[in-house]
């Protein structure tokens, strides 16, 4: 407790980079092959600043990286997002990023709430701006990012999750035909799907032993737990 104390009260005491190097530093990953603007790091420019920094693009590092400057779009960085986040870093180099970015993943192995922070921020800038929900793949590259090697439970809802958009494929075929049909996304992942099934996967028991039929959980976790239940041999709630 004392060294966080003490860590929040240098933080909060530390001089705030120049903004001209802040911005120097910015400009050196514009790309003029993403044509998103001067102000604007793109998807190229932001594949080389994660190079710089020594991380591969699916890294949790790169979420956090992200999550710290509050961006709001996928690959992209605005220089107002840059500026403010690396005032709150206390950055203005490749170095100094990286050693704060890693500080903050370690961080987020034991801070609960800082995980879940991440977690719910995963959502909204995962998301399209136009949508409410979260589509499935892109769902599953985060939790691949968040929760990192897959558990068999989470190996199986993933299985699960890819087996019921096959099914409502073929049957949007049967109704609308082929080619229409492959311009649906069958299975969308809410904000009340993607929050709960955090404490689903952390918390209930490996063997679903504890699931609460009765608890309110979404309706897609119900159908997927029912899913293990009925077809691998998963345990039924201890009464």
Not at 60 to 83: D, G, H, I, N, Y
Request: one cysteine or more; hydrophobic letters at 35%.
């Amino acid at each position: 407790m004392m060294t966080r104390l003490l860590s929040q009260k240098t933080a909060a005491t530390a001089k705030k980079p120049a903004q001209s190097k802040v911005e120097k530093f910015f400009n050196e990953f514009v790309d003029k092959q993403d044509d998103i603007g001067e102000k604007r790091m793109g998807p190229h420019g932001v594949f080389r600043l994660i190079q710089a920094l020594g991380y591969r693009p699916t890294d949790r590092q790169v979420l956090v990286l992200a999550w710290k400057l509050k961006a709001q779009t996928q690959c992209e960085f605005s220089l107002e997002e840059w500026v403010q986040g690396m005032a709150d870093l206390q950055a203005d180099n490749i170095k100094t990023l990286k050693q704060r970015i890693d500080q903050i993943n370690s961080q987020l192995n034991t801070d609960k709430k800082m995980s879940g922070e991440l977690y719910r921020f995963a959502f909204t800038y995962g998301k399209s701006a136009s949508s409410r929900s979260l589509d499935m793949e892109t769902a599953v590259c985060y939790w691949d990012v968040l929760f990192g090697p897959r558990t068999p439970l989470m190996s199986h809802w993933v299985e699960f999750l890819y087996a019921t958009e096959k099914k409502e494929s073929e049957r949007l075929a049967k109704e609308l035909g082929p080619n229409n049909a492959k311009q649906v996304k069958n299975v969308w992942i809410t904000r009340d799907d993607w929050n709960l099934f955090r404490d689903f996967i952390l918390f209930t028991k490996s063997d679903l032993s504890d699931y609460d039929e009765e608890g309110s959980w979404p309706v897609l976790i119900d159908q997927f737990v029912n899913h293990c239940r009925e077809n691998l041999n998963y345990m039924k709630a201890q009464k």
